[in-house]
């Protein structure tokens, strides 16, 4: 279930001293993990978080206040690498390849140039040709060349354009040269490789814009060698006839510490990685030679003893040390050295005059040996430590050094992985026999009892247990708790909220980034309605957390409750409803969610039927209206044109419609609600409201309803979209008011728009926010009934919302403000996009906390400037290495002092706090605030307060800056 972080007053249930006590409580595990978070971020990626303020009421209650969100967008920056050198000999005649890897090391993908052209030496080459090598093997991927030429003294062999991905991407390929056939020996000529970035744009990011690679290749009537590395299972039957294992060129490395290196003991373990190598070797030359070439094998490999075979002794494996192998070839393997060395050709060289050895190899002749190796268990996730050259000669060519074949790299894929369970649970402990079932031995938190209106606090421990960073969305499944229960996810500081910190499920909150083999603590709040009668009980819930990599690792814990009470009446979509009412897109529980629980889509002038049910779980019989509205506000109405009639489940929309419905005490009773969209609605997305209001007083002596959300669909979706984010929570006094910024934006052409507002606590105002300061200005217009000029795609529009609480009002009160952004139709043919909403949440309390966070792109992290001039605005072109300074400012609005005030904030994902120049006072209070605030930083968190006491129109001012990582 999509979830929002909603807070109120129902953390008054938790001590001060718990809840609001030591700034060391943090997740320096979430927020300063080596390398987890060390990695730059991609381009275009949007940093940012809100920050909280924690403080204690007139009443001793803890509250809890949000900020408006901030982000920053990443600029793209340019950088890449071109290698390498090669060194070749051949005889003539013959045509050699010459590998090389171009590695976009910028933060988003680029397109690169690559020319090759024959440099000054003896000779000209016969032809120049440029192939891919996508696999690596230092051999042309096909018969089809990038580019061809026959080289002169202008002639230049240049590839079209390669678009190469950003974050280590690369675009592999061999030049090929071929020697003329009448060359003379003991001559050499050498190419020049160049790359370069095309997109002009970019440009001046790179330093150097243009790397080159130089090939040489010496022409020799001995012996000449050429030879590449590839992950291949070669020709010939593995040791004693057996199958070669899989030779893959990537995937996930060993599981286990203990798998077996030896060839008569390996199998097809899944805990258990192995790939075959192969090296090929040819001679190019005139005459027959000795082939010697050696493999030290990198960190994240083991070679597997008894595995090696020779082409020319096919099932036959080598001996790994002296003696034991085939006639004609010399193998052997160091343990201690981790290399491996082979000899083809172990006659003496012979007499002037004398027979060429038979086992020496011959001209054109070629060979291959073959080897399998362990994946380590610690080999790094991608290709660091898993990658290496052969480096071969021969004693038939003493002034040709020796050379290196293509890089050959197993690339280490990531695995994923994730384990919750309870505050004491291991990794073993909290796994779930079946996954997502919360059905591990550790899986379950249980509270005996709780009153109504008193708030729950759930401690789960989360373990990644992949090989990779990752980051874990949270979710609820199954939650049975009743309606009006209010459910937070924090940090394991009980204080700060989680995000949606990587953007990748529209809101729904996440753990951030987890470095591999770690864990983090997390908090889950239940907060229960005052209105609950006594006796009902056990009430659950399951909390999931699914990694953002691969949606098929996920975990499951359940919180538990064995007893409180229920609500008068719920509608819901399905028996037991989903999730709760008050967020996300749930209805179980008092509604509306912010978004709607189901959406069905139908074509123009059909109907949509949603199944209502309707659960009476008071202890008198009653009867129910239903009522359907296109917002909050009954009696609403619909979009014109729609119509909706409720009708008996189990019938057609065209059966009689009803009035009422009666459903007994302790039960509950399904109904069909049939919404039909005129045949002008094409291209449509609306939200439906509906409603249930008893007829009659409950047992409570008050009438009793319920609301949900849903949405219909019509015909295909409309890819122009627009947002209104985020939503947020907010305090404010008996009487007093309180602001809310919000951005409206548009992907796509969205035509004009109009902006409303509804709460329960009577007309909100809006105003356009011009200055985008997040604060109601003289200068910022209210906003009328007027439609307001279209927006460009991908513009955006900074709303300010104000509501009022009732004078009268107590603490604990609680009112929702939906602000909603429709569009026009920007022609006949063009209809309107789909309207946008998001809802802001207040309590009444006695004390009133504004938080207001802004942000200053600071590109030399330099010191912070206090004055400078700070904006809540989305912030574009942040490279990595530059700065982002903050500003926090925490603001009591309300009729009393709060007391133990603290500004609570965290590190944004792929920032740090080191190499940012943070000021020499970063918590600033105004003159009437007494006690002696502190800045405290533990892990990636941050405040600035504790024990104050902020009277009403003082504050708590936050300063702190942030490196992006580079």
């Given at each position: ?6 807070l ?33 971020p991609?381009?275009?990626?949007k ?14 209650k803890?509250?809890?206040s ?18 390498s050198d090669?060194?070749?000999?051949a005889?003539a ?10 590695t976009?090391t ?7 140039s690559?020319?090759?052209s024959?440099?000054?030496?003896a ?8 192939f891919?090598?996508a ?21 230049t062999c240049k590839v ?13 390929f061999?030049v ?6 009448n060359?003379?020996?003991?001559t ?10 095309v ?6 990011t790179?330093a ?11 022409v ?11 992950m291949d299972?070669p020709k ?7 199958a070669?294992p ?8 060993s599981a286990?510490a ?5 060839f008569?003991?390996?199998s097809?373990?899944?805990?258990c ?12 030359g005139?005459?027959?030679?000795v082939?010697?070439m050696?493999?030290k ?23 790994d040390g002296?003696?034991?192998d ?11 050295e ?5 000899k ?13 050895p ?10 291959t040996i ?23 000669t021969s ?9 290196e ?7 280490v ?13 291991t990794?073993t ?9 919360a ?5 379950l938190?249980?509270i005996a ?13 989360l ?17 049975t708790?009743?309606?009006?229960t209010?459910?937070?996810f924090f940090k394991s500081d ?43 009980g ?5 909390v999931r ?12 814990a ?20 989903t ?9 179980a529980g ?5 978004l ?10 059909t ?27 009954f ?5 014109t044109?729609w ?13 009689a ?7 007994a ?7 069909k609600a049939?919404?039909t969209?005129?045949l ?27 609301m949900k ?13 627009a ?5 947020q929570?907010?305090?404010v ?8 910024p919000?951005t ?25 926010d ?11 217009p209210?906003?009328?009934s ?7 795609s ?18 604990g ?6 602000v909603?952004?429709?569009f ?9 996009c789909a309207p ?7 309590t ?15 590109p030399t ?22 700065c ?10 309300g009729?009393?002092a ?7 904030d965290a590190?944004p ?13 970063q918590c600033?209070?105004?003159a009437?605030v007494t ?5 405290a930083v533990?892990g ?13 129109g003082?504050s ?11």
């Amino acid at each position: 279930m999509k979830l929002k972080t909603q807070l109120s007053d129902r953390l008054r249930a938790l001590s001060p001293a718990l809840a609001w006590g030591a700034v060391a409580l943090s997740v320096a595990a979430l927020f300063a993990t080596p390398g987890a978070m060390a990695a730059a971020p991609p381009a275009k990626t949007k940093i940012g978080n809100q920050a909280s303020a924690s403080y204690v009421d007139a009443n001793g209650k803890p509250q809890l206040s949000t900020s408006n969100l901030v982000q920053t967008e990443v600029a793209q920056v340019g950088s890449f690498t071109l290698t390498s050198d090669n060194v070749k000999s051949a005889g003539a005649g013959n045509t050699i390849y010459a590998p090389h890897t171009l590695t976009n090391t910028g933060n988003g993908p680029d397109d690169f140039s690559i020319t090759v052209s024959d440099s000054t030496g003896a000779f000209d080459f016969s032809k120049i040709e440029v192939f891919e090598d996508a696999n690596g093997d230092g051999q042309p991927d096909s018969t089809t060349p990038l580019c061809s030429v026959t080289p002169s003294a202008t002639a230049t062999c240049k590839v079209a354009a390669k678009t190469v991905a950003g974050n280590g991407g690369t675009f592999k390929f061999v030049v090929a040269y071929s020697v003329p056939g009448n060359q003379a020996a003991s001559t050499d000529n050498t190419a020049i490789v160049q790359a370069a970035p095309v997109a002009s744009s970019l440009l001046s990011t790179y330093a150097p814009a243009t790397l080159s690679n130089t090939d040489k290749v010496t022409v020799t009537n001995l012996a000449a060698f050429s030879a590449n590395k590839s992950m291949d299972a070669p020709k010939v039957a593995a040791p004693g006839g057996a199958a070669w294992p899989k030779a893959l060129s990537s995937g996930p490395r060993s599981a286990a510490a203990n798998c077996p290196t030896s060839f008569a003991a390996i199998s097809s373990s899944p805990t258990c990685s192995y790939t075959v190598y192969t090296v090929t070797y040819r001679n190019t030359g005139g005459v027959a030679g000795v082939f010697q070439m050696e493999d030290k094998l990198p960190s994240g490999l083991t070679y597997v003893t008894g595995s090696a075979v020779w082409s020319s002794a096919g099932g036959v494996a080598l001996g790994d040390g002296p003696g034991g192998d085939p006639s004609g070839i010399d193998f052997n393997y160091s343990a201690a050295e981790r290399k491996l060395t082979a000899k083809v050709g172990l006659s003496p060289v012979p007499a002037a005059g004398s027979a060429t050895p038979a086992d020496w190899v011959g001209p054109n002749v070629s060979g291959t040996i073959s080897f399998v190796v362990l994946i380590n268990e610690t080999a790094a996730v991608g290709t660091s430590t898993t990658t290496n050259k052969v480096t071969y000669t021969s004693p038939n060519e003493p002034g040709i050094p020796p050379t290196e074949t293509n890089p050959a790299p197993f690339e280490v894929t990531a695995t994923y992985g994730v384990v919750m369970g309870n505050a004491v649970a291991t990794v073993t402990s909290g796994k779930d026999v079946t996954p997502g079932t919360a059905d591990g031995a550790d899986d379950l938190n249980t509270i005996a009892t709780a009153t109504a209106g008193s708030t729950l606090r759930f401690t789960q421990k989360l373990y990644n247990t992949g090989n990779a960073a990752d980051t874990f969305n949270l979710s609820m499944t199954g939650n049975t708790f009743p309606a009006g229960t209010l459910v937070w996810f924090f940090k394991s500081d009980g204080l700060t909220p989680l995000l949606d910190t990587d953007r990748d499920k529209a809101g729904k909150p996440d753990t951030g980034l987890i470095a591999a083999n770690s864990s983090v603590t997390i908090v889950v709040l239940v907060s229960l309605p005052d209105s609950i009668a006594a006796g009902a009980g056990p009430f659950d819930l399951t909390v999931r957390a699914e990694s953002s990599n691969d949606a098929n690792r996920f975990d499951a814990a359940k919180d538990k409750l064995t007893s409180v009470n229920g609500i008068p009446v719920d509608l819901t979509n399905t028996p037991v409803g989903t999730g709760i009412g008050s967020v996300g897109n749930g209805d179980a529980g008092m509604g509306p969610s912010p978004l709607p629980t189901t959406t069905l889509s139908i074509p123009a002038g059909t109907p949509a039927a949603f199944a209502l049910f309707i659960k009476n779980n008071d202890s008198n019989d009653n009867n129910y209206t239903l009522e359907a509205s296109q917002t909050t506000s009954f009696p609403g109405s619909l979009p014109t044109g729609w119509s909706v009639r409720f009708v008996a489940a189990g019938g057609v929309c065209s059966d009689a419609s009803l009035t009422s419905i009666a459903v007994a005490k302790n039960t509950q009773k399904e109904v069909k609600a049939c919404v039909t969209p005129p045949l002008s609605a094409a291209n449509l997305r609306s939200p439906i409201y509906f409603k249930v209001t008893s007829l009659a007083a409950a047992s409570s002596g008050a009438i009793v309803s319920d609301m949900k959300l849903d949405a219909v669909t019509v015909t295909a979706p409309d890819p122009r979209t627009a947002t209104l984010e985020p939503p947020q929570t907010g305090q404010v006094g008996p009487g007093g008011t309180v602001v809310y910024p919000h951005t409206l934006s548009v992907n796509g052409s969205c035509g004009t728009y109009t902006l409303t507002a509804t709460s329960q606590w009577g007309t909100p105002a809006l105003f356009i926010d011009q200055n985008n300061n997040g604060v109601i200005d003289p200068s910022d217009p209210p906003v009328t009934s007027s439609s307001f000029s279209a927006l460009a795609s991908g513009g955006k529009q900074k709303i300010l919302v104000r509501v009022q609480s009732p004078a009268g009002a107590t603490p604990g009160l609680q009112g929702s403000v939906v602000v909603t952004a429709t569009f026009d139709a920007i022609n006949a043919s063009t209809p309107a996009c789909a309207p946008t909403s998001v809802t802001d949440i207040s309590t009444v309390v006695s004390g009133q906390i504004r938080v207001l966070k802004t942000q200053l792109l600071n590109p030399t992290c330099s010191a912070i400037a206090p004055s400078a001039a700070y904006t809540a605005e989305m912030l574009n072109g942040a490279k990595p290495g530059s700065c982002i300074d903050f500003k926090v400012v925490a603001t009591n609005e309300g009729t009393a002092a709060a007391g133990n005030m603290r500004i609570n904030d965290a590190l944004p994902n792929y920032t740090s706090f080191i190499g940012a120049t943070q000021p020499a006072q970063q918590c600033v209070a105004t003159a009437g605030v007494t006690g002696s605030p502190v800045v405290a930083v533990a892990g990636g968190n941050i405040s600035c307060g504790t024990a104050t006491q902020v009277p009403p129109g003082d504050s708590l001012t936050l300063f702190f800056s942030v490196k992006v990582n580079e």
